[in-house]
């Protein structure tokens, strides 16, 4: 088993492969992954080898520690910035008082609850994924699935306030990394239409550090973040930085 410290961007598949450039000894090996990442997050991810596939649920079942990033006052429809922009909010939240609110309302969702699959995911629906429904637009029409998740801790370490253009490069250039069909001309174009028209405005930006099970959303977390402030949010970034005893500083970039 290999630990790899997966880049923004990259999907699960594509680190495999960079990993076999940089390990040429790895070049004839059936390498697999433990627990998927989405493009727009980085972090821990387990490879792997041989039969060390066999074990695959095993590592899967293990908890998981997330660093992520939440954009208050924006939504998409994928809840992270690789999505159509479905609505955008003044936030009238001034960062001396928010803290305090902001603490408080991450305490809630500490605990056994029920967490629905986010519309842009690989949960099958009808022999369908869910952003097969999503991308026809035809996801009003089936039942989303959920599933038991357990969060131990969620913690805020950091808030700060920014512009739109404080942050367009990086949007622009996380978007613009990404490999595969998600959209992205559509979204860009949208995003650049926010840029123009809004690219002064600020918003809150917050840090936060979450302890979870297996199978928690954590772009879906920072969705219902925005709902129960009444500001809407999305997850500007998210790094998985342990996987049960296995932490990121062990790991290899590829």
Same mark, same amino acid.
């Given at each position: ?11 699960? *598949? ?12 790895? %070049? ?15 972090? *821990?991810?387990?490879? *792997?080898?041989? =039969?060390?596939?066999? %074990? ?42 928010? %803290? ?6 991450? %305490? ?55 512009? *739109?253009?404080?942050?367009? =490069? ?85």
């Amino acid at each position: 088993m290999i630990l790899v410290n997966k880049p923004i961007s990259v999907t699960p *598949l594509q680190a495999i492969d960079s990993l076999k450039l940089m390990k040429p000894e790895y %070049k004839d090996e059936i390498i697999g992954y433990a627990g998927r990442l989405d493009p727009m997050a980085e972090g *821990l991810l387990l490879l *792997l080898v041989g =039969d060390e596939n066999k %074990k695959r649920k095993e590592y899967e079942r293990l908890d998981k520690e997330y660093v992520f990033e939440v954009l208050l006052g924006m939504e998409t429809d994928s809840y992270d910035i690789l999505g159509l922009i479905t609505d955008m909010r003044d936030c009238e939240f001034k960062i001396n008082n928010l %803290k305090l609110t902001i603490s408080d309302a991450l %305490k809630t969702f500490i605990g056994t609850w029920v967490q629905p699959y986010p519309p842009y995911s690989a949960a099958r629906v009808q022999g369908k994924p869910l952003y097969y429904w999503a991308r026809a637009g035809k996801i009003d029409g089936v039942e989303i699935p959920s599933k038991e998740i357990i969060v131990s801790n969620l913690e805020l370490d950091t808030i700060e306030q920014v512009t *739109l253009n404080d942050i367009k =490069d990086d949007i622009v250039a996380r978007i613009n990394g990404v490999d595969g069909e998600f959209r992205q001309d559509v979204i860009l174009k949208r995003w650049n239409e926010v840029f123009q028209k809004r690219g002064n405005d600020s918003f809150i930006k917050l840090t936060c550090t979450i302890q979870c099970s297996s199978g928690t959303y954590v772009r879906s977390i920072a969705n219902q973040i925005g709902t129960k402030l009444g500001s809407g949010a999305l997850a500007y970034s998210i790094k998985r930085t342990r996987i049960g005893d296995y932490k990121i500083c062990y790991s290899i970039t590829v």
